[in-house]
T-cell receptor, first 114, second 112 residues
Framework: DSGVTQTPKHLITATGQRVTLRCSPRSGDLSVYWYQQSLDQGLQFLIQ???????AKGNILERFSAQQFPDLHSELNLSSLELGDSALYFC?????????????FGPGTRLTVL | ELKVEQNPLFLSMQEGKNYTIYCNYS?????LYWYRQDPGKSLESLFV???NGAVKQEGRLMASLDTKARLSTLHITAAVHDLSATYFCAVATRDSNYQLIWGAGTKLIIKP
């Protein structure tokens, strides 16, 4: 158990809908990262937050957005969902978001868009 | 563009054998990570390699880094079934703003 928690574990929804995925980092970690893992695209970095501020953006679609709250938990919002958004979404955390930090991954949220 | 290539992508081997997974990357790297993922599960950190010639070992797994060749290897000694998983390498560089760039993963199946 990495200490990173994610809810929900599974989510099934329809195209066009909006969902919110939640992540709580390890105690004391200030950085949160979001990743998407799909069979055809592999593991893709979406976005990083550090202590409430956006630090880096990866391959995140405009339909997706995220935020990190004062208590350091983070939410990833996915809107206008498409079939291709079906994937495993991971949150990871690290203590400072520095150059050497190891990222610790949560159990993931499996999103199925029908 | 920083690219990370792993090979092989799939490996089926017998228990007791030795094998090596390779991770090549396309530009100077400051650090390299190895992770393990069991089917349908999360990713677990195995090793962080920070300098040329770095070698780390945990049980039957040993990782090494050659920054001049831009190559890391993950060596499995006397494989056991419990090591069956997908192994990912990831690289962070100044060019990627220290965000991790991931290899495609090597799916390892170890047969009794």
């Amino acid at each position: 158990d990495s200490g990173v928690t994610q809810t929900p574990k599974h989510l099934i929804t329809a195209t066009g809908q909006r969902v919110t995925l939640r992540c709580s980092p390890r105690s004391g970690d200030l950085s949160v990262y979001w990743y998407q893992q799909s069979l055809d695209q592999g593991l893709q970095f979406l976005i990083q937050y550090y202590n409430g501020e956006e630090r880096a953006k990866g391959n995140i679609l405009e339909r997706f957005s995220a935020q990190q709250f004062p208590d350091l938990h983070s939410e990833l919002n996915l809107s206008s969902l498409e079939l291709g958004d079906s994937a495993l979404y991971f949150c990871a955390s690290s203590d400072s978001g520095g150059e050497v930090d190891t990222q610790y991954f949560g159990p993931g949220t499996r999103l199925t868009v029908l | 563009e920083l690219k990370v290539e792993q090979n092989p992508l799939f490996l089926s081997m017998q228990e007791g054998k030795n094998y090596t997974i390779y991770c090549n990357y396309s530009t100077t790297s400051d650090r390299l990570y190895w992770y393990r993922q069991d089917p349908g599960k999360s990713l677990e950190s195995l090793f962080v390699l920070l300098s040329n010639g770095a070698v780390k070992q945990e049980g039957r797994l040993m990782a090494s880094l050659d920054t001049k060749a831009r190559l890391s290897t993950l060596h499995i000694t006397a494989a056991v079934h419990d090591l069956s998983a997908t192994y990912f390498c990831a690289v962070a560089t100044r060019d990627s703003n220290y965000q991790l760039i991931w290899g495609a993963g090597t799916k390892l199946i170890i047969k009794p």
